[in-house]
């Protein structure tokens, strides 16, 4: 249990550390903070940690680890498949209910949560053992492994490259429109240091928006129509707040995450939820503190403002099946809780969950895996208390065994029973353990312990049987 305590400690440091941050970024934003008062806005979450630390540990791993790349991937990307589908399939029912009791910000945060599942990747978070194995025979696991990540690869290139056709095509004719209270409203919003985003008039676009996913790329584009200044001013006001909070690389993240569970089409629909909760925190931080009349004139511009917000952009306009919500929400917008203790509770039990679930795969015997298909004869168990060597090693020979997903260091403790055994081989001396359902294994000249599942379980009986009955359940 010491793993799971550790986890715990762990998930709830993060919990309180994520919750508290929460709510210093809500009140940062709606209160203001510094000498001059001003609202300061920032990022959801981490958005980019997720998909950048997945691609650099698989990066680092087929390099240095070449010899357990497979079982290190095939891991880690089982573990943030499973959980991250558990995660929004639970998280999409809850959120319309979750709308009416929390702030539009807390909500869209809450989409992006799983961007710290990385820190669930360290040795320090490893899980003393899971609490369900499920188990796929032969090759299946690597056959889907390799299925998910070719999918996982064309759906982000077919969103990398729809992103980048739309790009251009609101570009192509798009002309700079100089204005002294675009610069006026951005400084307001983004500070006196951020780079200014030019702003242009573009005829393939009925909203307006803005693309890009660095500062130094993005761009805001308004439609070829008519604005007064205060509608100008919201509008800009809205975009502004979305640079400022990096809403395109959450998307981006999003997408990331929808990739990674390309086939669970509860996925896909929990990420257009996300990208509704995206608008309506904007539409939140824009109307905060406005009368009815701004918050009409406001609620009239998404009206009006029907479009396509294809790619990592984020844009005024509203989906129609949202369009109702985002309207009630500016007119008659409700006395909400911050969130911050939702977030916190959400990231506790998304850090503990992790890795509850292993997978079993592949495999083969004993006298495959552990004889390496030789002569067991060749193996002399180096156990004074073993009184039938030959009957533990046909035991051991006769064992279906199946690879584990890494992530867990099985406690021996006082209520785990546990035997382990050495045996000198003509290429050095190795090790196996048993437990309950798992068998390690420690190779000759290895450092590292491989954990097989044991379909069938450890036949205690069966194995006290081959030692002396003073040593019969001994535990380790």
């Given at each position: 249990?010491?793993?799971?305590?550790?986890?715990?400690?762990?998930?709830?440091?993060?919990?309180?550390?994520?919750?508290?941050?929460?709510?210093?970024?809500?009140r940062k934003e709606f209160e203001g903070s510094g000498k001059d008062?001003?609202?300061?806005?920032?990022?959801?979450?981490?958005?980019?940690?997720?998909?950048?630390?997945?691609?650099?540990?698989?990066?680092?791993?087929?390099?240095?680890?070449?010899?357990?790349?497979?079982?290190?991937?095939?891991?880690?990307?089982?573990?943030?498949?499973?959980?991250?589908?558990?995660?929004?399939?639970?998280?999409?029912?809850?959120?319309?209910?979750?709308?009416?009791?929390?702030?539009?910000?807390?909500?869209?945060?809450?989409?992006?949560?799983?961007?710290?599942?990385?820190?669930?990747?360290?040795?320090?978070?490893?899980?003393?053992?899971?609490?369900?194995?499920?188990?796929?025979?032969?090759?299946?696991?690597?056959?889907?492994?390799?299925?998910?990540?070719?999918?996982?690869?064309?759906?982000?290139?077919?969103?990398?490259?729809?992103?980048?056709?739309?790009?251009?095509?609101?570009?192509?004719?798009?002309?700079?429109?100089?204005?002294?209270?675009?610069?006026?409203?951005?400084?307001?919003?983004?500070?006196?240091?951020?780079?200014?985003?030019?702003?242009?008039?573009?005829?393939?676009?009925?909203?307006?928006?803005?693309?890009?996913?660095?500062?130094?790329?993005?761009?805001?584009?308004?439609?070829?129509?008519?604005?007064?200044?205060?509608?100008?001013?919201?509008?800009?006001?809205?975009?502004?707040?979305?640079?400022?909070?990096?809403?395109?690389?959450?998307?981006?993240?999003?997408?990331?995450?929808?990739?990674?569970?390309?086939?669970?089409?509860?996925?896909?629909?929990?990420?257009?939820?996300?990208?509704?909760?995206?608008?309506?925190?904007?539409?939140?931080?824009?109307?905060?503190?406005?009368?009815?009349?701004?918050?009409?004139?406001?609620?009239?511009?998404?009206?009006?403002?029907?479009?396509?917000?294809?790619?990592?952009?984020?844009?005024?306009?509203?989906?129609?099946?949202?369009?109702?919500?985002?309207?009630?929400?500016?007119?008659?917008?409700?006395?909400?809780?911050?969130?911050?203790?939702?977030?916190?509770?959400?990231?506790?039990?998304?850090?503990?969950?992790?890795?509850?679930?292993?997978?079993?795969?592949?495999?083969?015997?004993?006298?495959?895996?552990?004889?390496?298909?030789?002569?067991?004869?060749?193996?002399?168990?180096?156990?004074?208390?073993?009184?039938?060597?030959?009957?533990?090693?046909?035991?051991?020979?006769?064992?279906?065994?199946?690879?584990?997903?890494?992530?867990?260091?099985?406690?021996?403790?006082?209520?785990?029973?546990?035997?382990?055994?050495?045996?000198?081989?003509?290429?050095?001396?190795?090790?196996?353990?048993?437990?309950?359902?798992?068998?390690?294994?420690?190779?000759?000249?290895?450092?590292?312990?491989?954990?097989?599942?044991?379909?069938?379980?450890?036949?205690?009986?069966?194995?006290?049987?081959?030692?002396?009955?003073?040593?019969?359940?001994?535990?380790?």
């Amino acid at each position: 249990m010491e793993g799971i305590f550790q986890r715990s400690i762990v998930a709830a440091i993060f919990a309180l550390a994520i919750g508290w941050a929460s709510a210093e970024r809500l009140r940062k934003e709606f209160e203001g903070s510094g000498k001059d008062g001003r609202r300061l806005y920032s990022s959801f979450s981490y958005y980019a940690a997720l998909p950048l630390f997945l691609l650099i540990y698989a990066v680092a791993v087929l390099i240095a680890l070449r010899d357990t790349a497979q079982n290190m991937l095939l891991s880690m990307f089982f573990y943030v498949f499973l959980t991250l589908s558990f995660y929004y399939i639970v998280l999409a029912p809850l959120i319309p209910r979750l709308r009416r009791h929390i702030s539009a910000w807390a909500c869209a945060a809450l989409w992006l949560l799983p961007n710290l599942l990385y820190i669930t990747m360290t040795n320090y978070m490893y899980l003393s053992e899971p609490l369900f194995v499920l188990e796929l025979k032969g090759e299946l696991a690597m056959t889907l492994f390799y299925v998910w990540f070719a999918g996982f690869v064309l759906v982000m290139a077919w969103k990398i490259c729809e992103h980048l056709s739309f790009r251009r095509r609101v570009l192509r004719n798009a002309e700079e429109v100089k204005s002294e209270l675009w610069e006026e409203v951005f400084r307001h919003i983004c500070g006196l240091k951020a780079k200014l985003p030019p702003l242009m008039r573009s005829h393939d676009v009925t909203t307006p928006l803005s693309v890009g996913l660095s500062r130094g790329k993005m761009v805001v584009l308004l439609p070829v129509r008519s604005y007064t200044d205060e509608e100008l001013r919201l509008v800009l006001t809205h975009e502004a707040i979305h640079i400022a909070r990096s809403d395109s690389y959450s998307k981006f993240a999003l997408v990331s995450i929808a990739a990674l569970c390309w086939f669970n089409p509860l996925v896909w629909l929990a990420m257009r939820k996300s990208a509704e909760d995206i608008e309506l925190s904007c539409d939140e931080s824009v109307t905060f503190g406005a009368g009815a009349d701004e918050r009409r004139r406001y609620a009239d511009l998404i009206l009006s403002s029907a479009g396509d917000g294809r790619g990592f952009t984020t844009c005024l306009s509203a989906k129609a099946s949202s369009l109702r919500y985002r309207l009630k929400n500016v007119m008659q917008p409700a006395m909400k809780s911050s969130g911050a203790l939702v977030i916190g509770i959400a990231t506790f039990l998304l850090i503990l969950s992790c890795g509850q679930v292993a997978l079993a795969y592949g495999g083969g015997t004993g006298e495959e895996l552990i004889f390496n298909s030789d002569d067991p004869a060749r193996y002399v168990v180096d156990e004074s208390e073993c009184t039938d060597p030959d009957g533990l090693k046909a035991y051991i020979a006769s064992l279906e065994l199946r690879e584990l997903t890494s992530g867990y260091d099985f406690d021996y403790g006082p209520d785990i029973q546990h035997r382990g055994m050495l045996f000198d081989t003509p290429n050095g001396q190795i090790y196996v353990g048993f437990f309950d359902n798992i068998l390690e294994y420690l190779g000759p000249g290895s450092r590292r312990i491989v954990y097989y599942y044991l379909p069938e379980g450890t036949d205690w009986a069966r194995l006290d049987s081959f030692f002396d009955d003073s040593t019969a359940g001994d535990e380790a």
